[in-house]
């Protein structure tokens, strides 16, 4: 067999095997002819059987032989193959969310008899024709018998008929299986008031209907004398906690486990028991130790409705609340020496938790075993729940408080290995400084378990989320220096180091800041945590030892670290401009964004450090094109600036091969856009050479406007400049030599052509490179624009 889901009118199918080919019509809801498609065997073309239920399927009266009455037992019951088109029910789960039912159509080729035919596709007439003829009412099929198909499709009419003619308490009886499944209000209530379902069947539907929430289902099914307390074996599905298998439970039950709000609301106006036993947990307790054991589902010790409403506790508290609305007395009751609250934290549920305790739910009570007590903080801390921990300090509960065995909830959490927790509980304030009966200390079980190997990183990992040491004895741990030294303090020790300004800065006996420590033991973290707190940098030893004398003796990659913390600590503002040379490091390393920061801050492009080299040279060393095209227009870095050496930014360029032409061809783009834009005293020649030559002072502005004087035959726009006078400049010059001449001519847009000449070929080539470089940036913002 093949079956196919479809949705709303229309459905495709996935290509069929080699084997199997269906071709599938258009269906329309309103012709019921239409909306099967018969595919008969090829040997059963002319078989009797075959045409019947096709004809009964089609709904075609006229088709059906008037004689079929007539006809042998065999063809009237007989089995015809076809595709027929019928409901179906998915069941869709989600999280603490009610179970949802969606009602699909799909598409099944099987054999059926035209009587089940008809009764699917909802022939009265044809129904009518067929059982006056003797058609079996009770033979069994593949998809149940023709009541079940009338109950599917919801055919109340053609049910009632098949009643009329005999149908028996299995027919009946799959029949409603089917339409409380479906949400079939009147074919239940119909069945029911037939008398001919058991008892046993109709707890199964009230169970099935209550599972998938169909309230009119159960209050048709509970007004014709179910009992609401009724029990019958159903398959059972949660997400959380998982849960597929087969039970034997009541409405009530399989209600809050599919979490149907309005079903329970109805089960429990109708009289539901509360007190009876459940076993659907999954959760064991051992009586002496009081340890918890998870033995899976429907194995756990049994309980009442209010604890299973808690391990399956539905996101709106609706269904928690009715119950203990109806039995308030629940909230308090215990199993084994726990409570309600107890539960929804070992099903760690923090939902459930927040409701508890809203409603009233204490977390003062104390678990007690033969063996020890303890409270639910201590269960929590154990399960390490971040979110329950949080609302049970909410509400109110004892950081601190001690089992009987004298262990806090810190200790709980350590021993246990719940990192998150240990970090919660120190976020609230849990006391570091407390002792067991046994002498044991929350810093001596984290030492011993897996996930914090030393203290140090008991307290990276608290730190780093915010957390605050609390030590009511300080001579047992003193956090500050500790954690500076040990370098493992993480991104958030700023708690407590910005909790003490002269702490911060306090030296040791060597004269050692915390700072310093930082970068002693190379522990780039705590550095970053004291810098961005506001320690002193400029700090030096009695023996005159300063914070960069010791990164200077740091490796390159340890070195560049601590560098950069020094950077972000600039570009935060937390350091002085003269305490480090934030821009030369960020040109340095090519980092634009911040160079571009530091620059509106107010650094100087142009300070040489005490190498002597300047932002600009750092850039250019490292072949950082677009830093340097930040640092000339922008930061107005110099190119002439000389380091010890008597090195330029330009003669770098050109000496590194890690700049290569490009970084050179940058630096002359800018030297020569500024050459020209700032103007130089040039001889202009007038009349194409053939007249005097004379001194102006020529400059070129952004508009691409050339200009020697006032007038309007002095400002000219140009098209281009050529580094060589024109053919007739040379003719009436008279001039032999011109490798030795500095000339160079502009054309304007109006046809001019104007020489002048340079004080050397090197500003020559200055003025050349830079009229074409603003003519050909013009143009393209022209064109961008």
């Given at each position: 067999m093949r079956e196919i889901s479809l949705f709303n009118s229309n459905f495709q199918t996935s290509k069929p095997s080699s084997r199997t080919r269906i071709n599938f019509p258009q269906f329309q809801m309103t012709k019921s002819a239409n909306r099967h498609k018969v595919t008969p065997r090829a040997d059963e073309e002319a078989s009797p059987s075959q045409q019947l239920v096709e004809a009964a399927l089609r709904g075609d009266l006229e088709a059906i032989p008037a004689d079929v009455s007539s006809r042998s037992y065999s063809d009237l019951n007989g089995l015809g193959m076809v595709c027929l088109r019928m409901r179906s029910s998915e069941v869709i789960l989600k999280e603490d969310a009610p179970l949802r039912v969606r009602t699909e159509w799909t598409v099944l080729k099987t054999e059926v008899t035209a009587l089940f035919a008809a009764a699917h596709a909802g022939h009265r007439e044809v129904v009518r024709r067929l059982l006056d003829a003797g058609a079996d009412v009770n033979r069994k099929l593949f998809k149940g018998y023709a009541t079940t198909a009338a109950a599917r499709e919801g055919h109340v009419d053609i049910l009632n008929m098949l009643l009329e003619y005999g149908a028996s308490q299995d027919a009946c009886e799959d029949a409603l299986i089917e339409a409380t499944s479906l949400d079939e209000t009147k074919v239940v209530q119909l069945l029911i008031s037939s008398e001919m379902v058991g008892p046993m069947t109709l707890a199964h539907a009230a169970v099935i209907a209550s599972s998938r929430g169909f309230v009119d289902v159960i209050t048709a099914l509970l007004e014709n004398g179910v009992d609401v307390n009724c029990m019958s074996r159903v398959l059972l599905r949660s997400v959380k906690p998982a849960l597929h298998v087969n039970v034997d439970c009541t409405p009530l039950v399989a209600a809050i486990v599919s979490r149907q709000v309005s079903a329970v609301k109805c089960l429990l106006e109708a009289g539901a028991n509360l007190e009876l036993p459940i076993k659907v947990g999954a959760w064991s307790w051992d009586t002496l130790t009081g340890e918890e054991v998870r033995v899976g589902a429907c194995l756990g010790e049994p309980y009442n409705a209010a604890w299973c409403a808690v391990e399956y506790y539905e996101l709106t508290g609706q269904i928690l609340t009715l119950i203990l609305k109806q039995s308030p007395i629940l909230l308090g009751s215990t199993l084994l020496g726990r409570t309600l609250l107890t539960h929804a934290i070992l099903c760690q549920n923090p939902s459930a938790v927040s409701f508890l305790l809203g409603i009233g739910a204490t977390a003062k009570f104390p678990i007690k075993t033969p063996r020890r007590e303890f409270f639910p903080i201590h269960l929590a801390s154990r399960l390490g729940n971040v979110d329950i921990l949080r609302s049970l300090v909410l509400h109110g509960t004892d950081i601190n408080v001690r089992t009987s065995l004298g262990d806090t909830p810190l200790m709980e959490s350590a021993r246990a290995g719940t990192v998150d927790a240990f970090i919660e509980l120190l976020k609230s304030g849990a006391d570091l400084g407390l002792a067991n009966t046994l002498g044991e200390t929350a810093i001596g079980l984290a030492d011993l378990t897996a996930f914090v190997p030393s203290v140090s990183n008991v307290m990276t990992k608290v730190l780093e989320v915010g957390g605050r040491i609390n030590s009511s004895d300080s001579s047992i741990f003193s956090p500050l220096h500790h954690m500076v030294r040990h370098g493992q303090a993480g991104p958030l020790q700023t708690t407590i180091?910005?909790?003490?300004?002269?702490?911060?800065?306090?030296?040791?006996?060597?004269?050692?800041?915390?700072?310093?420590?930082?970068?002693?033991?190379?522990?780039?973290?705590?550095?970053?945590?004291?810098?961005?707190?506001?320690?002193?940098?400029?700090?030096?030893?009695?023996?005159?030892?300063?914070?960069?004398?010791?990164?200077?003796?740091?490796?390159?990659?340890?070195?560049?670290?601590?560098?950069?913390?020094?950077?972000?600590?600039?570009?935060?503002?937390?350091?002085?401009?003269?305490?480090?040379?934030?821009?030369?490091?960020?040109?340095?390393?090519?980092?634009?964004?911040?160079?571009?920061?530091?620059?509106?801050?107010?650094?100087?492009?142009?300070?040489?450090?005490?190498?002597?080299?300047?932002?600009?040279?750092?850039?250019?060393?490292?072949?950082?094109?677009?830093?340097?095209?930040?640092?000339?227009?922008?930061?107005?870095?110099?190119?002439?600036?000389?380091?010890?050496?008597?090195e330029t930014a330009l003669s770098l360029s050109r000496k590194l091969d890690k700049s290569n032409k490009v970084m050179e061809e940058i630096l002359l783009d800018h030297i020569a856009r500024c050459h020209v834009m700032q103007g130089e005293e040039l001889f202009k020649y007038t009349r194409d050479g053939s007249g005097s030559r004379h001194a102006k002072v020529l400059r070129m502005s952004k508009s691409c406007v050339l200009n020697w004087g006032k007038g309007r035959r002095r400002n000219?726009?140009?098209?281009?400049?050529?580094?060589?006078?024109?053919?007739?400049?040379?003719?009436?010059?008279?001039?032999?030599?011109?490798?030795?001449?500095?000339?160079?001519?502009?054309?304007?847009?109006?046809?001019?052509?104007?020489?002048?000449?340079?004080?050397?070929?090197?500003?020559?080539?200055?003025?050349?490179?830079?009229?074409?470089?603003?003519?050909?940036?013009?143009?393209?913002?022209?064109?961008?624009?």
């Open positions: 180091l910005s909790s003490s300004t002269e702490e911060l800065n306090r030296p040791d006996a060597l004269g050692i800041t915390p700072v310093m420590a930082a970068a002693i033991y190379s522990q780039a973290e705590s550095f970053r945590l004291l810098v961005m707190a506001g320690a002193d940098i400029k700090a030096t030893t009695p023996q005159g030892e300063s914070l960069f004398s010791f990164i200077k003796k740091m490796d390159s990659t340890t070195r560049d670290c601590f560098e950069k913390i020094l950077l972000q600590a600039a570009l935060a503002n937390l350091i002085v401009q003269d305490s480090f040379s934030a821009l030369h490091y960020a040109a340095k390393k090519g980092d634009n964004a911040s160079v571009i920061q530091l620059l509106k801050m107010g650094y100087d492009s142009n300070l040489l450090d005490e190498e002597g080299y300047s932002p600009l040279m750092y850039a250019v060393m490292e072949g950082n094109y677009e830093t340097c095209k930040i640092l000339l227009p922008r930061g107005k870095a110099k190119c002439d600036l000389k380091n010890e050496g008597g000219v726009r140009c098209k281009e400049a050529i580094a060589s006078p024109g053919s007739g400049f040379w003719k009436n010059r008279r001039i032999k030599d011109e490798g030795k001449m500095a000339i160079f001519r502009v054309l304007t847009l109006n046809g001019r052509e104007v020489h002048f000449e340079a004080s050397s070929l090197s500003h020559l080539e200055l003025w050349v490179r830079g009229i074409n470089l603003i003519l050909r940036e013009n143009t393209l913002s022209g064109d961008s624009k």
